[in-house]
């Protein structure tokens, strides 16, 4: 037998941990020492791959003993040399090291080696897909390196000036005064505010995502820029995609390198810095433009900058910068591992009876607060999973494409979901000693079973808002026919006692010859209300009785209709006056002829007076209590309207407004057949098939706000764009 053959046979003879680890340290890592709360960590930075590791000191000191000829007892018994109340098991720093092998910071010379790494670099790449998968409303795309770009950037006198301590404390200044403009003024603001499907429907979507884009674009630059300005890299940005919305992302892992932890914060915040100064600069822009696409755009821009930066970026239970600053404040590193890992240990205790092996790297005091920041950050990924589908389902079903929004909503859950259940199996089929506790998992069984059963029978609500008005049951509108002014009764007496007159002259005066021609065949009057029907305009509150006239309408047209009367009520007795004397002077040789020439003249009058009564005279539908019109209010005047004649205000049967003009379809008022009361709701149109009759509805009324009214939807749901919510509302 050879010597390498007896030497490999020595070697398989051998007990593992007893063996060399055939791994050594790589020796282009660049190494910083960065303190947290008093106790060195070592920052690794893999200037290769560009990945940056966090070790504590005893993880550091294992990669610095791995040289290829240690064993596993060999690093442990120098480890325990150097750290004697370390208590670190064989299992702990095989673990450890099979970890840094996976990151890349130990190299072996043995062959086989770059496949290995091949299918680590496979499974990395799997498991980043199924991550992938799992969050469709967070997708994040390979980058590139900025690194030239940001040098050019910082270059430039304006760039760098945004960070100056003067410039910071300026811009800080400039973003309180906005918001003390916004606090003074809410209720303006809140009034100028569009509605939700406005706001959030087409065009308005398409530059709402526009500019949360070039808004992110922005903010990314930001923290790119603060890290080269102390001295740091930045060697990938890429494309986010954030709830379907196009962003930046830049990773500025370098600056775990730097010593000072302001700088690390700083760092962090810059993004924000930056959105808050658009967002200042929004709200001043909004409140000093009118209606129109820049106005929009400011408000774009506020919004995406205020309520990302809110819900996200500085929100420290998502993994963004507000959770690194805080991570760097506390100067607690690798938070949100550490408190995952320690939720888990917990639940495995508590809920399934086993118990963790212990971990010399976790943290031995303020354990419950670690658990209680996972619990927190775990409830809020739910509640923004839920929140961001609700907003996808109700911007979506105005178009019919809700299912988009809930197919998005299960398949994020399904993926949490999957996470839960996979992470619990690994827990159960991980190799132990000691069994699982029976009455530890019949509670939690019981307990899963509670929420699954409550989850499925307990009714959530769901509600709707719409704005609505109250008006009494079977009121009936009365609105104008035509275009005219509202006669006055006293002015309407005159006119008819002026046309009385001449019809009685007219009778008096008029020859009459057989059957055919007579004076009662000229009224002048036929079909027009008297003066004793149309004493007073109704006012608010009066009875009314079905058939009463209200009111009294009159054009042009019917000044010259009247007119017009009066010349061929003239005609006509003159015709008749000729026609006695051709008679009396036995002259009438074609009596036919008058006839048809008299009758002619006498249609044109019934035709005239006929006109005068159809759509002019207003007549009450239904007997009730009259209810005034809606008060248009009075409109503002400058100094180009005081050559202009002003329009009436209040409503049309006011005093002040006699004889005033109103609108063909003009509400002139309302009759309410009795006490009884109804709401009219405007729902939006993607709300409107959610509704059904029966379905109770809950109201306030302003004037009213501490009480609720409740009530059921009772009749005709009108059809798509049937009806349009009054401008009051």
Aim: hydrophobic letters at 45%; charged letters at 20%; one cysteine or more.
């Amino acid at each position: 037998m050879s010597t390498d053959g007896r030497s490999a046979a020595a070697d398989g003879m051998v007990a593992s941990n007893e063996r060399p680890i055939p791994l050594m340290r790589r020796a282009d890592l660049k190494i910083a020492r960065i303190d947290y709360l008093g106790v060195g960590y070592q920052v690794i930075k893999d200037p290769v791959a560009l990945k940056y590791h966090r070790l504590q000191v005893e993880q550091y000191r294992i990669l610095e003993l791995l040289n290829g000829e240690r064993s596993l007892e060999q690093v442990r018994d120098d480890l325990k040399k150097e750290f004697p109340t370390l208590q670190v098991t064989l299992g702990d720093i095989q673990q450890l090291i099979t970890d840094l092998h996976k990151k890349g910071l130990v190299i072996s010379n043995r062959p086989g080696q770059g496949a290995a790494v091949v299918r680590e670099r496979r499974r990395a790449r799997n498991e980043k897909i199924k991550q992938t998968l799992m969050s469709l409303l967070y997708l994040r795309l390979p980058g590139w390196d900025p690194e030239k770009t940001l040098r050019w950037m910082y270059s430039l006198a304006p760039i760098r000036a945004i960070f100056h301590p003067t410039v910071v404390t300026l811009c800080l200044l400039f973003v309180v005064s906005s918001w003390l403009v916004l606090g003074a003024n809410l209720e303006e603001f809140h009034r100028r505010l569009p509605g939700f499907q406005s706001f959030f429907g087409w065009p308005n979507l398409i530059y709402l995502w526009v500019t949360l884009g070039v808004a992110k674009i922005i903010h990314e630059f930001g923290h790119g820029l603060s890290c080269h300005h102390f001295g740091g890299e930045c060697h990938e940005m890429g494309i986010m995609l954030l709830v379907f919305s196009p962003c930046l992302y830049c990773d500025v892992t370098d600056s775990w390198m730097m010593k000072n932890k302001w700088h690390r914060i700083i760092i962090g915040a810059a993004g924000m810095y930056i959105e808050v100064i658009l967002s200042a600069a929004a709200i001043y822009v909004w409140w000093l433009t009118k209606p129109g696409l820049l106005n929009y755009l400011a408000l774009n821009t506020f919004f995406v900058t205020t309520i990302t930066t809110v819900i996200f970026n500085a929100n420290p239970l998502m993994r963004f910068d507000g959770y690194y600053m805080m991570s760097d404040f506390l100067e607690i590193p690798n938070l949100r591992n550490k408190s995952d890992k320690l939720l888990r240990d917990a639940f495995s205790w508590y809920c399934l009876g086993i118990e963790s092996r212990p971990d010399p790297f976790m943290p031995e005091t303020g354990r419950a607060w670690f658990v209680l920041y996972a619990i927190a950050a775990w409830c809020y990924r739910w509640v923004i999973l839920v929140s961001i589908s609700l907003f996808l389902y109700t911007v979506l079903k105005p178009y019919d494409l809700q299912s988009i929004g809930i197919m998005l909503m299960f398949s994020s859950m399904a993926g949490i979901v999957f996470s839960m259940i996979r992470n619990t199996w690994q827990i159960i089929s991980a190799p132990r000693i000691e069994p699982m506790s029976k009455p530890k998992i019949a509670v939690s069984l019981a307990l899963v079973a509670a929420v699954g059963w409550i989850a499925f029978s307990v009714q959530i609500p769901w509600h709707h808002e719409a704005p609505l008005y109250l008006e009494p049951k079977g009121v009936k509108v009365v609105t104008a026919d035509l275009t005219g002014r509202i006669v006055p009764p006293q002015e309407y007496e005159q006119q008819y006692n002026d046309l009385l007159a001449l019809q009685e002259y007219i009778q008096e005066n008029t020859w009459e010859f057989g059957q055919e021609i007579h004076a009662k065949q000229i009224s002048l009057l036929e079909g027009m209300p008297t003066p004793a029907e149309y004493r007073q305009l109704p006012q608010n509150g009066d009875v009314v009785t079905e058939g009463q006239v209200l009111a009294v309408l009159e054009d042009q047209a019917d000044i010259d209709a009247r007119d017009q009367i009066r010349r061929l009520a003239a005609a006509w007795l003159a015709r008749t006056n000729e026609a006695r004397r051709y008679h009396e002077q036995l002259l009438l040789m074609d009596r036919a002829e008058t006839i048809a020439e008299l009758t002619a003249l006498q249609e044109q009058i019934r035709a005239l007076v006929r006109r005068r009564v159809t759509g002019h005279v207003v007549r009450a539908p239904i007997t009730g209590t009259s209810v005034a019109a809606p008060r248009i209010p009075e409109q503002e005047r400058d100094e180009l309207d005081a050559v202009r004649l002003a329009h009436w205000h209040g409503t049309p049967f006011d005093s002040r407004n006699t004889g005033c003009v109103v609108e063909a379809g003009q509400e002139l008022m309302s009759i309410a057949p009795d006490d009884q009361l109804q709401a009219i709701l405007f729902v939006e149109q993607g709300d409107r098939d959610d509704l059904k009759d029966d379905t109770e509805i809950e109201m306030k009324i302003d004037h009213l706000p501490d009480v609720t009214y409740v009530s059921r939807i009772n009749g005709r749901i009108s059809a798509i764009g049937d009806l349009v919510a009054p401008e009051s509302l």
